[in-house]
T-cell receptor, first 109, second 117 residues
């Protein structure tokens, strides 16, 4: 069963704008991860945030985690056309990852 | 570092034939490898988890006799789709965790697109 649920399902923005994607999950977690997938390709690990962390930054990415609400957000600032991809949150079930349905981001120039 | 390859990247086969997909960790030893299946515009669904030298653990609803997994070495796992049918057409992705590395991080292969005619 899927653990994470992202919203929105699809997001279209202009270059330079910020993109925010949200993820909700159901059970307690040790960490939550965000991945990116370009169309027809494998996944690329973006960032991992642990359950005792509230916010984490990596370049233009900012991830927040609210364990009380069982939710996380991924913010991409100053988006670029190359950011066009699907973004998935994932939580661990043992050593395996359970992925959400993903948000498809389209950045137009 | 931490590169995972898959071969083939794309395969078309006739119904009833078997197809083998290879997943290799190129520059690290993989303690565990995972096989996922992804339908168009859908999320990844975990099919099975395999550890080198032991039998794979399949997720509920995944037929182990249909999807044979062999993890013969620390750098290679194979998924064989036996007696393929059109409904097996999908995007298959493997991932691996590195021995001695952060166990939470999985490195993904580029995927294999299977089309069964």
């Amino acid at each position: 069963s899927q653990q994470g649920e992202e919203d929105p399902q699809a997001l279209s923005i202009q270059e330079g704008e910020n993109a925010t994607m949200n993820c909700s999950y159901k059970t307690s977690i040790n960490n939550l991860q965000w991945y990116r997938q370009n169309s027809g390709r494998g996944l690329v690990h973006l960032i991992l945030i642990r359950s005792n962390e509230r916010e984490k930054h990596s370049g233009r990415l900012r991830v927040t985690l609210d364990t009380s609400k069982k939710s996380s957000s991924l913010l991409i600032t100053a988006s670029r056309a190359a950011d066009t991809a699907s973004y998935f949150c994932a939580t661990a079930s043992g050593t395996a990852l359970i992925f959400g349905k993903g948000t498809t981001l389209s950045v137009s120039s | 570092g931490a590169v995972v390859s898959q071969h083939p990247s794309r395969v078309i086969c006739k119904s009833g034939t078997s197809v083998k997909i290879e997943c290799r960790s190129l520059d690290f030893q993989a303690t565990t490898m995972f096989w996922y299946r992804q339908f168009p515009k859908k999320s990844l669904m975990l099919m099975a988890t395999s550890n080198e030298g032991s039998k794979a653990t399949y997720e509920q609803g995944v037929e182990k006799d249909k999807f044979l997994i062999n993890h013969a070495s620390l750098t290679l796992s194979t998924l064989t789709v036996t007696s393929a049918h059109p409904e097996d057409s999908s995007f298959y992705i493997c991932s691996a965790t590195a021995s001695g590395g952060p166990f939470e991080t999985q490195y993904f292969g580029p995927g294999t697109r299977l089309l069964v005619l």
